[in-house]
């Protein structure tokens, strides 16, 4: 009984949903400050977003379109919220206490950082629109060429851990024997782990499936209120958890000193602000464009990185 | 004012509708994002889907072939949802006021509820009609 209501609080309060939709929205209000200062503006107020959120839940009506599915238009947004709660609560859980991870969590991770866009691509086919289903191809033919080098960078990292696939142990092993950032091979498959990243938050050179000024929303267009709200939560969830997982995997985790938890905090930060510079000096690419993009050089490079790995540099 | 005027008079998506204008007022509203004037400031984003508007700008002097599809768009927008008249042709019809085409104004095919004159209006006056705006939001109430 106790243990059910520790996961229910794990879950729904502290690294679970209300501390991770938090954070992901402040980190979103980051997100457009910077890039209002680099364009020169003055950028909205931090609390910007949270009325965003506020306002699309509790005070705007949500439309269902004729003829559609209900249960899957309405069903995916909670979905793809549950699964991006989930991951963020697991990774920061085990952050906090690495004796919670178990075999092959990585492998979880990887998994359930799949079911938003899955879920995002579901709902836009299931909405009738024909602009939606373009955004959800889109999303589809993006996912297929974003996992291969996202998951051969995970092979360098564990490579780079004494060959764990947990990530507490991931953690230790490189808190004790130097960062798997702090070598040649390390930081190749970081570049190719960034730029994979962007793709699967939908950020600026990879945001095809959902083109404001080309589909008009894509994914989203059919989506209002309450729905809408979800995969603006999901998609703050997964921007506060995917720099997460990525400083969990190449800067040794979250760790218990002051100077440890500083550092782990510039680390989150050098992410997150290498990913908005990235996203705000480059114009989107086109879907044919990015696969190529993905599956020749990214790929390349991220194999290079393994036989680098292999050699032990 | 509570909760719900501070939050829907702070966050304003606006959709912006043409319907036949000779893009001057458009390039205008281009021109409010800029960094000179930029309405971010005010939570006032443009999106590209009517469904995720709360406020629709309607350019342009409402010709005969765009009078059911203004109205298909306004019935499109979830409600609570306002409508600014943008420009001397949305508000009044302007100079094609005894044209064949345009047989009405928008605000009887649409309620308006901010009207912003000039031909085109500059930024300034943009941004004094979506304070405007801002104002009659925070003012109503329920």
Known sequence: MIKTLEYIFLFVIFPGFLFSGA???????????????????VGPPWYQNFFD?????????????????????????????????LVSTMIFVINGAPKFSFIGDIIAVVYLMLIPSISLMLGAFASKNSLASLGGAREMKLMLSYELPFILCLVV??????????????????????????????????????????????????????????IMGGTYIEYSGKALAAF?????????????????????GLKDTVEGFISTVLAYLLVVVLMVLIKNTNPRVRIDHAVRF????????????IVLAYLGY | MGLKETV??????????????????????????VPRYDLE???????????????????????????????KVYEMMPKPGFVVAWGACGSSRGMFKDSYNTGVPLDEVIPVDVY?????????????GLLKLIEKIKAKKG
């Open chain 1, 23 to 41: 954070m992901g929205l402040l980190i979103g209000w980051l997100d457009r400050k910077i890039t209002a200062r680099i364009q020169w503006r």
């Open chain 1, 53 to 85: 959120i506020l306002k699309l839940s509790l005070y705007k009506e949500t439309l269902l379109p004729e003829g559609v599915s209900s249960v899957f238009f309405l069903g995916m947004p909670l979905i793809g919220l549950a699964a991006a709660t």
């Open chain 1, 157 to 214: 990292t564990i490579m780079k851990s004494g060959f764990n696939i947990r990530l507490g142990e991931m953690m230790l092993y490189q808190n004790e024997h130097g960062w798997a950032i702090a070598s040649i091979s390390g930081i190749i498959s970081f570049i190719v782990m960034i730029l994979c990243a962007q793709a699967k938050l939908g950020f600026i050179p990879f945001d095809m499936p959902e083109a404001e000024t080309e």
């Open chain 1, 232 to 252: 603006k939560l999901t998609k703050a969830i997964m921007y506060f958890a995917l720099p997460m997982f990525i400083v969990t995997i190449y800067f040794g």
């Open chain 1, 294 to 305: 993905f599956w020749g050089p990214m790929t390349s490079l991220a194999v290079l990185s």
């Open chain 2, 8 to 33: 829907l008079s702070k966050s304003i998506y606006v959709f912006h509708a043409s319907s036949g204008s000779c893009n001057n007022c458009d390039i205008e509203l281009l021109d409010c994002l």
């Open chain 2, 41 to 71: 400031r005010f939570g006032i984003v443009l999106v590209g889907s009517i469904k995720h508007a709360d406020a629709m700008l309607c350019t342009g002097s409402t010709n005969r072939l765009c009078v059911p599809r203004i109205k």
């Open chain 2, 116 to 128: 912003i004159p000039g031909c085109p209006p500059k930024p300034e006056a943009i941004i004094g």
